[in-house]
C-alpha cells in the first residue's frame, strides 16, 4: 500500500505570513492528491483535489502543486481562519491513505 | 450538492457489531459515477480508509486489508443509503467514523464530499 508522509508535524505562524506544507508518497502518485482542512470536532473539508485544483468556494490563497512523490500546500497569507489541521490523501490507489496532519498554530 | 448524513449508536459493547447508515440526498447511491466510502479517525491510526461501494451495472466492493473479514459495506438503494457493520469490536475500533462520496475519474476515485462524522466509544 501506498504511504503518505507530511512535514512539517506542527508549524506554528503569524497571520499574513506565507506558510508551506510538504507531503511525500511512497510511490509516484502522479497528481492524484488532495489536501483537507480539519476543524476540531468536526469533519475534513476539501480544500483541493488533482494536486491543484481548488474545491469551489476555497480561497485562493490556498494553492496546491508537486507530482510523482513531491506535493506541498501553500497558503500565501495565513487568515485567523486557517488556523486548523491539514491532511493531504492520495487518490492514486483504490485503497486511500492519508498523512498524518500538520497542525497550523499562532505563533 | 449532494450531501451525507450519518446515523447510528455512539456507543457499542466490545465484541457485538458496530452498525452506521449514511442517508445521502442530492445524488443517487447507484450512480454510476459515485464512490461510497467509510473511513475512520482516531488519535492513534489517523484517518483510515475501510471500504468502499459502488455500483456499475452491479454491485461492488472494496476493503482495507486490516478489517476485511470483519467489515461490510452495503447500499439500499430503495432508501438511498449506504451502511457498514464491523463485527467483533474491541476498544481498538474505538474512532470518529466517517461516510464520503467520491467522483470516478477515469479509473481513480477523486473525493467529493464527506458526512458529519460519529463518534463510536467500544465500551462495556
Redesign the interface.
Known sequence: DIQMTQSPSTLSASVGDRVTITCRASQSINRWLAWYQQKAGKAPKLLMYETSRLQSGVPSRFSGSGSGTEFSLTISSLQPDDFATYYCQQYESYVLAFGGGTKVEIK | QVQLHQSGPGLVKPSQTLSLTCAVSGDSVSNNNAGW?W?RQSPSR????LA?TYYTSRWFS?Y??AVRGRLTISADTSKNEFSVHLSSVTPDDTAVY?CTR?DR?SS??????????TFVTVSS
Open positions: 466510502n473511513i489517523g484517518l483510515e480508509w468502499r472494496d482495507a486489508v466517517f467520491e475519474v481513480y476515485w477523486q473525493p467529493v464530499s464527506w458526512g458529519q462524522g
